[in-house]
């Protein structure tokens, strides 16, 4: 079965830390690119970001609402995906999922349950 | 910034055709995808590339893309389709999503 699982999320002070992760299965996980997508409470969804599979040297992107404070890292070993959120602000609280697109489809077929995350 | 736009609400009566929209400069020369998302659930990709559908996706969900406009029509609406949907492009590698529009089945 196709799954993405996030953890981690929580409820954290203003500038504080934090790291979600999110663990792959069914699927070919070294080969995919992985990005975060967050949606604050009763709002509508965000891109966070992504980092790019191997063949593309796992390369990031940023959406620039979180550049500098986020970090999008990956582990093929664990398949995991990670998100490290430093500065948190109010306006990072939200459900963050993990998605990803099978090959080709520009689009996001396999999501998480998705993680909250509280800043306050 | 690149912004995709869509209408906040719309009404379609059960089994009439569900019609939501999504606005972007030259939008056309994107690839559109368009997301269910029902209250408490993940969002579930219905449509990509503008008017392919997944598979288990049932076909009466169609979408188009031309000019402007991006276009995600539900034929023969069902009670089960009342849920908010998302339309996505990507933009200079940035993933950016419409406000999305919540679909009322009355």
């Known amino acids: 079965e196709v799954q993405l699982v996030e953890s981690g999320g929580d409820l954290v002070q203003p500038g504080g830390t934090l790291r979600l992760s999110c663990t792959a299965s069914?699927?070919?996980?070294?080969?995919?690119?992985m990005d975060w997508v967050r949606q604050a409470p009763g709002k509508g969804l965000e891109w966070v970001g992504r980092?790019?599979?191997?063949?593309?040297?796992?390369?990031?992107e940023y959406a620039a609402s979180v550049k500098g404070r986020f970090s999008i890292s990956r582990d093929e070993s664990k398949q995991s995906l990670y998100l490290q959120m430093t500065n948190l602000k109010s306006d990072d609280t939200a459900v963050y999922y993990c998605?990803?697109?099978?090959?080709?489809?520009?689009?996001?077929?396999?999501w998480g349950q998705g993680t909250l995350v509280t800043v306050s | 910034s690149y912004e995709l736009t869509q209408a906040p609400s719309v009404s379609v009566s059960p089994g009439q055709t569900g019609t939501i929209t999504c606005s972007g400069d030259n939008l056309v020369n994107k690839y559109v995808s368009w997301y269910q998302q029902k209250p408490g659930h993940s969002p579930v990709l219905v449509i990509y590339?503008?008017?392919k559908r997944p598979s288990g996706i049932p076909e009466r969900f169609s979408g188009s893309n031309s000019e402007n406009t991006a276009t995600l029509t539900i034929s023969g609406t069902q009670a089960t389709d009342e849920a908010d949907y998302y339309c996505?492009?990507?933009?200079?590698?940035?993933?950016?999503f419409g406000g999305g529009t919540k679909l009322t089945v009355l």
């Open positions: 590339h503008d008017n």
């Open positions: 980092t790019r599979n191997k063949r593309n040297n796992y390369a990031p």
């Open positions: 069914g699927f070919a996980f070294s080969d995919h690119y």
């Open positions: 996505q492009a990507w933009v200079s590698s940035t993933a950016v």
């Open positions: 998605a990803s697109g099978s090959g080709g489809t520009l689009a996001f077929d396999i």
